[in-house]
T-cell receptor, first 112, second 115 residues
Framework: QKEVEQDPGPLSVPEGAIVSLNCTYS??????FMWYRQYSRKGPELLMY????GNKEDGRFTAQVDKSSKYISLFIRDSQPSDSATYLC????????????FGTGTRLQVTL | DAGVIQSPRHEVTEMGQEVTLRCKPI?????LFWYRQTMMRGLELLIY????????DSGMPEDRFSAKMPNASFSTLKIQPSEPRDSAVYFC?????????????FGPGTRLLVL
């Protein structure tokens, strides 16, 4: 079993829909949780970064962490075609990039 | 700043050939990372450097892989001899502030195909 599991998709939604992307993990020692967006043929870029449990909101994006269930989510409100990308979850014990464990990514397509 | 620069962007080679991937980190960043991304395994850290010194190479899959950082503005990842299972996208990233996640930036990647 992988340390971090993520449904690969693809997930296709119409423009304006609310999108829910999820990851589960097995190691309860993870403390920092990230979501990256990766456009086709580009490198990942950090989208959301949360510490421990709870919610964090940034514009149309909300990251949610439930440590008791070992489950993290990314919600995208009012999805746009420009949100079409692969979304990677990642987590670490320390907050440093040297110890990141990534999910395999979920491909999202937002259609007009 | 132009961001992290990688070359070549695409490489097609035959099994057994030597492959060299290149990276120029963002100026002022003192950490450099090499990752490999595949559909099956996702993004995996191969090796990272701090101030040009390799700190952790435990992710390097085998002796066929080697990485160097001769100065603060240049790093190479070499595969010799290459094998079809090395086909992947290789990313370089750089960061500062003790490699804080929020300071890390990825390059565009090199797409490697070994026939």
């Amino acid at each position: 079993q992988k340390e971090v599991e993520q449904d690969p998709g693809p997930l296709s939604v119409p423009e304006g829909a609310i999108v829910s992307l999820n990851c589960t993990y097995s190691n309860s020692a993870f403390q920092y949780f990230m979501w990256y967006r990766q456009y086709s043929r580009k490198g990942p870029e950090l989208l959301m970064y949360t510490y421990s449990s709870g919610n964090k909101e940034d514009g149309r994006f909300t990251a949610q962490v439930d440590k008791s269930s070992k489950y993290i989510s990314l919600f995208i409100r009012d999805s746009q075609p420009s949100d079409s990308a692969t979304y990677l979850c990642a987590m670490t014990f320390t907050g440093t990039a040297s110890k990141l464990t990534f999910g395999t990514g979920t491909r999202l397509q937002v259609t007009l | 700043d132009a961001g992290v620069i990688q070359s070549p962007r695409h490489e097609v080679t035959e099994m057994g050939q030597e492959v060299t991937l290149r990276c120029k980190p963002i100026s002022g960043h003192d950490y450099l990372f090499w990752y490999r991304q595949t559909m099956m395994r996702g993004l995996e850290l191969l090796i990272y450097f701090n101030n040009n010194v390799p700190i952790d190479d435990s992710g390097m899959p085998e002796d066929r892989f080697s990485a160097k950082m001769p100065n603060a503005s240049f790093s190479t990842l070499k595969i010799q001899p290459s094998e079809p299972r090395d086909s992947a996208v290789y990313f370089c990233a750089s960061s500062f502030l003790e490699a804080a996640v929020e300071t890390q930036y990825f390059g565009p990647g090199t797409r490697l195909l070994v026939l």
